[in-house]
């Protein structure tokens, strides 16, 4: 790849992990939603977005090459107005060629079907409402440890300064059976608030390595980190993070007691 062009002109780029929760999200204007907003009208433009989102989980790494992404509605049980939400961003078809150099030898398949899921989408409606940034996601090999994606993410540090915004969109925590479904709001549950505060104890710290091998916390990941898809867009984040960069919250919550809204800034 030419890094000469891979590096053209553009502001270094914070890089996000997103806590996006209920897909309602993308209707609905509340705390989080609304902090969602400003963090966009803060940001300066970007050249694209690269998400990471927990919805695109699956074998290998793929990147969509599309030059008009679709809007994928992957959820059942919500109401028809969540499903006529179309969010048309462009995509980049030359950007994901290079991300794919990018990653060799990691074998990064230009993907031409996929889109953008609600992982991505039920964020940037709030962050770039214009839809006029183009939007790429990049898959999480489902077959890979933990260690494999926070490595990738660091391979990815260059695009931030050519004017790449990275976002991971998951949940640091995200136990939906436990979750309140339609009930008054409930307080956390103390596993819940134990393993998201070590976690950003871990994150203020730098101390990377016992994120990553998050497993290693004890039953507070456990119930935390049931399955590790909504978890992994962090660790991407985390990768992207350069030596002495500071790290911030600015989005917070837990919502129906076991899904943590946390959003980590880095940079």
Excluded: K
């Amino acid at each position: 790849m030419d890094e000469t062009r891979a590096l053209r002109a553009g502001p270094t780029m914070p890089t996000f992990f997103f806590g996006h929760g209920n897909p309602m999200n993308a209707i609905q204007h509340n705390g989080y939603t609304d902090a969602w907003a400003a963090i966009g009208r803060a940001l300066p433009r970007p050249r694209a977005v690269l998400v990471v989102s927990a919805h695109w989980y699956r074998p290998g790494t793929w990147v969509t090459a599309m030059r008009a992404p679709r809007t994928i509605h992957d959820f059942g049980g919500f109401p028809r107005e969540l499903f006529e939400v179309v969010y048309p961003a462009p995509g980049d078809p030359t950007l994901a060629r290079e991300i794919q150099e990018m990653l060799a030898p990691v074998p990064v398949g230009l993907d031409e079907e996929w889109g953008l899921d609600h992982g991505t989408w039920s964020v940037l409606c709030h962050v770039f409402p214009d839809a006029a940034v183009p939007v790429l996601q990049l898959g999480i090999d489902e077959t890979q440890p933990s260690r494999f994606h926070y490595d990738l993410g660091h391979r990815l540090t260059s695009l931030r300064d050519a004017g790449v915004l990275v976002i991971g969109s998951g949940n640091l925590v995200h136990n939906l059976h436990a979750y309140a479904w339609g009930r008054h709001p409930v307080e956390p549950f103390e596993w819940a608030v134990r393993f998201e505060r070590r976690a950003r104890e871990l994150l203020v710290a730098g101390e990377h390595g016992p994120v990553v091998a998050y497993d290693t916390l004890g039953r507070d990941a456990v119930l935390s980190v049931p399955t590790p898809e909504h978890y992994l867009p962090l660790l991407y984040v985390l990768g992207l993070r350069r030596e002495g960069e500071p790290v911030s919250f600015p989005v917070e919550g837990i919502d129906g007691g076991s899904v943590s809204m946390l959003t980590v800034r880095v940079g």
